[in-house]
């Protein structure tokens, strides 16, 4: 870590058998706390996801621990820097699902789509036959994408199996074996929803390997097909290239990403409302959001944090 960037960030998750995820629960909360860690992890019968931050060594205890787990010595892990603490408190959940999808025997431990890494990406999504998928959700995808991917618009991971269901017709139209190819920002999502395809009978289907953050973080951009900005669930809201800190902010009111055109609306009010939003809240939503603004200020001039300003989202994309 550096002097600007003094808190390190993990992206963590591993589909794994656990029989009594509520067994690993307080352990791994007590060794967090002993750690000074903050953040969300989550923990369901398929697995663990979440995202933590805190001092390399902390960091490292609770990434140890977890690896000690069954089936997840192959613990998949982003780091990344922070300029202070992104969370405002540590939780371990227990959840029926590490990324919710609802829809029941999906299962990436059995079977799930090829993994193809990111430096083999490129000639895979040239293919003219490659039907190329962004899973993540629309305000994700409105700031940037591989080009020529089809965007599902949805509002969130859930939303997915239906759209596919509904669209699968029109997506492999004219083609006798459709090749799909799914990616996500860490992976998750996309493995998830190749065990989906496989499940509904699609045999060829890709996902890239690490996700959008290990392509921007390994492919030189002038070989790169990625277009825009990468949202992220921290503080950075958003990474380019080389995992450099994007431009994107925060809308506090509504958690969508706003970019520099966004704040010069005449909709953009700091920690109230933006273009995004605007429509949807009451004159009442708007007086309390402000009075949470008021509060945020305040506290920064003192020199302390508040609850407003901190991301409480984990890697359940």
Same mark, same amino acid.
């Given at each position: 870590?550096?002097?600007?960037?003094?808190?390190?960030?993990?992206?963590?998750? *591993?589909?794994?058998?656990?029989?009594?995820?509520?067994?690993?629960?307080?352990?791994?909360?007590?060794?967090?706390?002993?750690?000074?860690?903050?953040?969300?992890?989550?923990?369901?019968?398929?697995?663990? &996801? =979440?995202?933590?931050?805190?001092?390399?060594?902390?960091?490292?205890?609770?990434?140890?621990?977890?690896?000690?787990?069954?089936?997840?010595?192959?613990?998949?892990?982003?780091?990344?820097?922070?300029?202070?603490?992104?969370?405002?408190?540590?939780?371990?959940?227990?959840? %029926?699902?590490?990324?919710?999808?609802?829809?029941?025997?999906?299962?990436?431990?059995?079977?799930?789509?090829?993994?193809?890494?990111?430096?083999? +990406?490129?000639?895979?999504?040239?293919?003219?036959?490659?039907?190329?998928?962004?899973?993540?959700?629309?305000?994700?995808?409105?700031?940037?994408?591989?080009?020529?991917?089809?965007?599902?618009?949805?509002?969130?991971?859930?939303?997915?199996?239906? +759209?596919? *269901?509904?669209?699968?017709?029109?997506?492999?139209? =004219?083609? &006798?074996?459709?090749?799909?190819?799914?990616?996500?920002?860490?992976?998750?999502?996309?493995?998830?929803?190749? @065990?989906?395809?496989?499940?509904?009978?699609?045999?060829?289907?890709?996902?890239?390997?690490?996700?959008?953050?290990?392509?921007?973080?390994?492919?030189?951009?002038?070989?790169?097909?990625?277009?825009?900005?990468?949202?992220?669930?921290?503080? *950075?809201?958003?990474?380019?290239?080389?995992?450099?800190?994007?431009?994107?902010?925060?809308?506090?009111?509504?958690?969508?990403?706003?970019?520099? @055109?966004?704040?010069?609306?005449?909709?953009?009010?700091?920690?109230?409302?933006?273009?995004?939003?605007?429509?949807?809240?009451?004159?009442?939503? *708007?007086?309390?959001?402000?009075?949470? %603004?008021?509060?945020?200020?305040? @506290?920064?001039?003192?020199?302390?944090?508040?609850?407003?300003?901190?991301?409480?989202?984990? &890697?359940?994309?």
């Amino acid at each position: 870590m550096t002097e600007q960037m003094p808190i390190l960030v993990a992206a963590l998750y *591993r589909f794994a058998a656990f029989d009594m995820p509520e067994a690993l629960q307080f352990p791994l909360q007590r060794l967090c706390k002993q750690q000074g860690i903050k953040g969300t992890i989550l923990l369901a019968s398929e697995g663990v &996801n =979440g995202t933590i931050a805190g001092t390399e060594g902390g960091i490292a205890a609770i990434i140890d621990h977890i690896r000690r787990w069954p089936g997840c010595a192959e613990l998949d892990v982003k780091y990344s820097g922070a300029r202070e603490m992104p969370f405002y408190r540590m939780k371990v959940r227990l959840k %029926q699902e590490i990324v919710t999808m609802g829809v029941a025997g999906i299962d990436p431990k059995r079977e799930v789509g090829t993994y193809v890494q990111p430096k083999d +990406w490129n000639a895979l999504i040239a293919d003219p036959d490659t039907i190329l998928i962004d899973t993540r959700n629309d305000y994700e995808v409105g700031i940037g994408s591989f080009e020529g991917a089809v965007d599902p618009k949805t509002k969130s991971f859930r939303d997915f199996p239906a +759209w596919f *269901r509904e669209n699968r017709a029109a997506l492999t139209a =004219g083609s &006798n074996k459709p090749k799909f190819a799914m990616f996500c920002t860490g992976g998750i999502r996309c493995e998830k929803s190749t @065990a989906f395809l496989k499940a509904e009978g699609i045999d060829e289907v890709y996902h890239l390997e690490g996700g959008i953050l290990r392509y921007l973080e390994t492919v030189p951009a002038d070989q790169s097909k990625w277009q825009g900005e990468c949202f992220v669930f921290d503080e *950075r809201v958003s990474v380019k290239h080389g995992l450099e800190l994007g431009s994107m902010e925060l809308c506090h009111a509504c958690r969508q990403p706003i970019s520099t @055109a966004d704040k010069a609306s005449l909709h953009y009010i700091t920690g109230v409302a933006c273009p995004h939003c605007f429509d949807q809240r009451s004159e009442a939503d *708007r007086a309390r959001f402000a009075e949470r %603004q008021k509060q945020i200020t305040l @506290a920064k001039r003192r020199g302390k944090p508040h609850i407003g300003t901190k991301s409480c989202n984990s &890697n359940d994309e």
